[in-house]
């Protein structure tokens, strides 16, 4: 765990200032208030572009306190570059501690993953999300969609998966796959791939969802219904990987593909490398670990 | 509390549609059962289509009543419905086919797609239901079954209007508004059209309010008609009277110069 | 043996100490100076400023000097450093009839009180590359209207007058939105429509105005008149009870007259279609013009089938700090949910390959547990 560094002078406390952060505060409460609905909020720009976690930073921005250790994953691992890019901005502009491990965080930014440890009360998970409405695709005006959701007329959604059956004969939707939240409103779980669906339903941590570029905050408080839309006779389903990790032997989990060579070599690996790191540190070995007893992976690639 | 058949579907009083100074319709009474198919004709301007946006509450009217005698039976002023009443209304009760099949369709969604929307989004959730019940609608409107895949857009216009029909009554919807239904078809077409739309009209004991400027179309489907011209209703009666016997100049002149043409 | 790449906090620094060579370029070449940029591409300034929606020439001169002259991105800097300031309040809307003209056009009027005032611009140049530029030069000394120009009313001002054309569709009211604090909902109203398109990208508002020339909307615009020169900042202050003056601004204003044909009610009459952006930027300014007259075709009565005439669609899309932002990211990672589709694809592939030709069905299989 890192000790907190020196803070970014000439900013506030999490770069944004106190007024924005209750602004941000509110729509956060609201958001929790009515699960699944998307609040408009007076998004700003941050000193990064639009698309690339505006929103979870200013929604984390607006939640953090000194006393809290920062986890900041995408794709699953800590050490994605615009993973480590928002980590740095905020030991910068709050010099709070950081972390890796799921365990040790109070708060997790994520984008495209939720982590495979299961989340604890009292933890937040703040998910990027770039196209917050489920209906935009099959509906491109926002006057509209607010309409829909309002009205609760949702028949358009499973008009897309019902045409996804008769095409392909399954629910094409592999990520970003809509969810009911609490019986109520359709929300998008933001572009995490539909194996994670399951975690947010009654997940005992606060989830918020901050996409900064639409200006909409949403939210899942603890322990709300989330349920994967599907028809009863083509019921949800996760996609399931037939190999275990190839460096520490899980299964059940998502695996990231890593093409080899250029003659089809190919190995699978957990994604949440927090999470295949502390099973190698464990003693769990991988088919492809090789010999480096429990090495946890170092700055460097390894010899063949 | 539910009220006997013989009780009205449909209720206008004073139904008045202004365009600042210029009438769109004015002061239209109008009463309709249960399993009646009314006929509303004019030429283009007379304000039948202006007539039938306000009673299918697409329009707001300037001044006037609509109530509806709802599927519990109540009768409710439908201004004072809330649009998630009105919206669920006009997806279940009502239907609504167009002269242009393209507005009511969905033209890349699947024909299946098309028919079962209106039965998800009234939380239909069994893929296997939702589709024999859009195959059983393909039959009854006469598109091959193997086409329930197909998006309309490779449709002919007569299979589209078709499938709008399908789409709108497979709710089993009391009242249906059609607007020039056979308008953009060839002669040939409209014929198969409109004798099947009798067929379904009578099985399932549908109310129909349709507006035509062919006289033709009126007498094949029409019990009762109204006869309108420059926003106002000038004759009203039951169709094979009104048409073998018109008693206003205007209605007369109408008839006569179908029978010229 | 195989170990997952990891140093990406390194190769970030790494990469940034890059772009800071890059940047600086030939050391034997004498650096840019921000004095230099703000004199010399002061048109390029302007646009950072007006798109930045901040109005400081040092600034935006430093922003272009990082951006190594990506405009986009310096628009993109000057925003972010924006948002950071303190608002201490709105000021009073600059009265652009006090504007001291330095250029004033008028493409409806052979000639009108204040005169055509034709001042620095690039119109009637020709595009001949000047190869005396490869050298210092010292310009010529222009002749220079004496001071004390007669006043310059407005055009739409002098057809007010006569009744031909509507009265400005803006009231003057208190509520003026604001963009930057609230989010923007729709249906938009004028006032948060032309706030967004003061900032919206030029080339965005260039191909729709262009495209309502070209009969995507067609609203017969007129060049009513373009005025660019410097107006006064004020700011009401409440303690001591009077508008005090807080600098200078120079500013692009451009007021379209365009074709209406009237009603039953009213007779027909010419409409309007207004630009305002900060510095000198003519096109910016005509474009916006052009648009904003566009979006007004819902409440004209005017048939909507154009993409200018789309509130929505243009509001969403014009601002390119936004739109830079979203495209760009395609290129952060996406593997996890490509893993996704890869596999729904393999699945699919599969289940067609045994459809197609069912006497294969082992071969697939075979293939797909060797996957």
């Given at each position: 765990m890192n000790s907190p560094g020196p803070k970014a002078t000439g900013y506030n406390f999490g770069y944004l200032d106190e007024q924005t952060k209750r602004m941000i505060r509110r729509a956060i409460l609201k958001a929790v208030a009515i699960?699944?609905?998307?609040?408009?909020?007076?998004?700003?720009?941050?000193?990064?572009?639009?698309?690339?976690?505006?929103?979870?930073?200013?929604?984390?921005?607006?939640?953090?306190?000194?006393?809290?250790?920062?986890?900041?994953?995408?794709?699953?691992?800590?050490?994605?570059?615009?993973?480590?890019?928002?980590?740095?901005?905020?030991?910068?502009?709050?010099?709070?501690?950081?972390?890796t491990s799921t365990a040790d965080a109070s708060i997790i930014q994520t984008r495209h993953r939720i982590p495979e440890r299961p989340l604890q009360a009292g933890q937040i998970i703040v998910y990027q999300v770039p196209i917050p409405e489920p209906l935009r695709f099959l509906e491109p005006r926002e006057t509209e969609t607010r309409r829909m959701h309002a009205l609760e007329e949702y028949g358009l959604m499973h008009v897309k998966l019902y045409e996804d059956i008769a095409r392909h004969k399954t629910i094409a939707t592999t990520y970003a796959y809509p969810v009911k939240v609490d019986g109520r409103y359709v929300m998008d779980p933001s572009p995490t791939p539909k194996f994670d669906n399951p975690k947010m339903d009654m997940s005992p941590a606060l989830q918020l969802f901050g996409a900064g570029r639409e200006k909409r905050i949403y939210a899942l408080p603890p322990y709300t219904k989330v349920k994967s839309l599907d028809f009863d006779d083509h019921p949800f389903e996760v996609n399931r990987f037939t190999t275990p990790c190839g460096l520490c032997n899980a299964t059940g989990v998502y695996l990231d593909e890593v093409i080899l060579d250029?003659?089809?070599?190919?190995m699978f690996a957990c994604s949440d490398t927090d999470h295949c790191e502390t099973r190698r540190v464990d003693g769990h070995r991988g088919l492809l670990l090789g010999d480096a007893h429990g090495q946890v992976g170092g700055s460097r690639h390894g010899d063949d | 509390m539910a009220m006997t058949d013989d009780a009205p579907l449909l209720v206008a009083n004073g139904l008045t549609k202004r365009y600042g100074h210029r009438i769109g319709c004015e002061n239209v009474d109008l009463t309709l059962y249960a399993g009646e198919v009314l006929a509303i004709v004019g030429e283009s301007g007379s304000g039948k289509s202006t007539l039938l946006q306000m009673l299918s509450l697409q329009m707001m009217q300037t001044r006037g009543d609509i109530s509806y005698r709802m599927r519990?039976?109540?009768?409710?002023?439908?201004?004072?419905?809330?649009?998630?009443?009105?919206?669920?209304?006009?997806?279940?009760d009502w239907g609504y086919v167009s002269q242009d099949a393209t507005l009511g369709l969905r033209m890349s969604v699947s024909a299946g797609g098309n028919v079962g929307e209106r039965l998800m989004g009234l939380g239909w959730r069994h893929y296997g239901n939702i589709r024999n019940e859009a195959l059983?609608?393909?039959?009854?409107?006469e598109i091959d079954r193997n086409r329930i895949d197909d998006a309309p857009r490779a449709f002919s216009g007569g299979m589209r209007q078709r499938l709008l029909i399908a789409k709108n009554l497979v709710t089993k919807p009391r009242l249906v508004f059609m607007d020039e239904p056979t308008g953009g078809l060839d002669v040939s077409v409209q014929a198969r059209i409109i004798d099947f739309l009798r067929g379904l009209v009578a099985d399932l004991d549908l109310a129909v309010i349709i507006v035509t400027h062919d006289l033709a179309v009126a007498r094949l489907l029409s019990t009762r008609i109204m006869v309108m011209r420059d926003g106002h209703v000038?004759?009203?009666?039951?169709?094979?009277?009104?048409?073998?016997d018109p008693h206003a100049p205007y209605t007369q002149l109408l008839v006569s110069s179908v029978l010229q043409a | 043996m195989y170990v997952a790449v990891k140093g990406g906090e390194a190769a970030i620094d790494n990469a940034h100490r890059l772009l800071d060579l890059a940047r600086r370029g030939d050391t034997t070449v004498p650096e840019l100076s921000v004095d230099q940029i703000s004199q010399q591409l002061a048109l390029g300034v302007a646009r950072v400023m007006s798109e930045g929606s901040l109005y400081d020439r040092e600034l935006a001169a430093l922003a272009i000097k990082q951006a190594r002259g990506d405009l986009i991105e310096a628009i993109f800097l000057t925003r972010a450093y924006r948002t950071t300031l303190p608002r201490f309040g709105y000021s009073i809307p600059v009265d652009t009839n006090a504007m001291r003209i330095s250029r004033r056009i008028s493409a409806t009027f052979k000639d009108l009180p204040g005169g055509q005032i034709l001042g620095p611009t690039f119109d009637y140049t020709h595009r001949l590359l000047d190869f005396s530029l490869l050298q210092s030069t010292v310009p010529d000394t222009p002749l220079l209207a004496g001071s004390g120009l007669d006043a310059?009313?407005?055009?739409?001002?002098?057809?007010?007058?006569?009744?031909?054309?509507?009265?400005?569709?803006?009231?003057?009211?208190?509520?003026?939105?604001?963009?930057?604090?609230?989010?923007?909902?729709?249906?938009?109203?004028?006032d948060l429509r032309l706030q967004s398109l003061s900032r919206a990208d030029e080339g965005f508002l260039l191909a729709l105005g262009y495209s309502t020339q070209r009969g995507y909307?067609?609203?017969?615009?007129?060049?009513?008149?373009?005025?660019?020169?410097?107006?006064?900042?004020?700011l009401f202050v409440e303690d001591l009870g009077f508008a005090v003056n807080l600098g200078v601004i120079e500013m692009t204003e451009c007021e379209m007259v365009n074709q209406f044909h009237g009603s039953a009610e009213q007779p027909p009459q010419f409409t309007r279609g207004y630009g305002l952006v900060f510095g000198q930027s003519e096109r910016k300014a005509m474009s916006m013009a052009l648009v904003d007259r566009s979006m007004r075709a819902q409440e004209l009565g005017e048939e909507l089938?154009?993409?200018?005439?789309?509130?929505?669609?243009?509001?969403?899309?014009?601002?390119n700090v936004q739109a830079t932002g979203f495209v760009e990211h395609l290129k952060l990672p996406h593997y996890v949910d490509f893993q996704s589709e890869l596999q729904l694809v393999r699945r699919l592939r599969g289940e067609h390959a045994a459809a197609q030709s069912p006497s294969s069905t082992a071969a697939v299989l075979n293939k797909e547990a060797a996957e």
């Open positions: 699960p699944g609905y998307q609040v408009p909020f007076a998004s700003r720009e941050m000193p990064m572009p639009y698309g690339w976690g505006t929103g979870g930073v200013q929604v984390t921005a607006a939640v953090i306190g000194t006393e809290d250790v920062l986890k900041v994953i995408d794709q699953g691992s800590d050490d994605t570059t615009n993973a480590v890019s928002i980590r740095k901005f905020f030991v910068r502009t709050s010099g709070v501690r950081t972390t250029d003659q089809g070599g190919r | 519990d039976g109540q009768m409710r002023d439908l201004t004072l419905l809330n649009e998630a009443e009105r919206r669920l209304l006009m997806r279940t059983d609608w393909l039959d009854r409107v000038i004759e009203t009666g039951l169709t094979d009277q009104v048409l073998d | 310059t009313p407005r055009v739409t001002d002098l057809l007010n007058r006569d009744g031909l054309i509507e009265a400005n569709p803006i009231q003057e009211c208190d509520d003026v939105g604001d963009l930057t604090r609230d989010p923007l909902e729709f249906p938009a109203t004028r909307g067609r609203t017969h615009p007129f060049v009513g008149e373009i005025r660019i020169g410097q107006v006064d900042v004020e089938s154009a993409p200018a005439q789309d509130v929505e669609f243009v509001l969403s899309h014009c601002d």
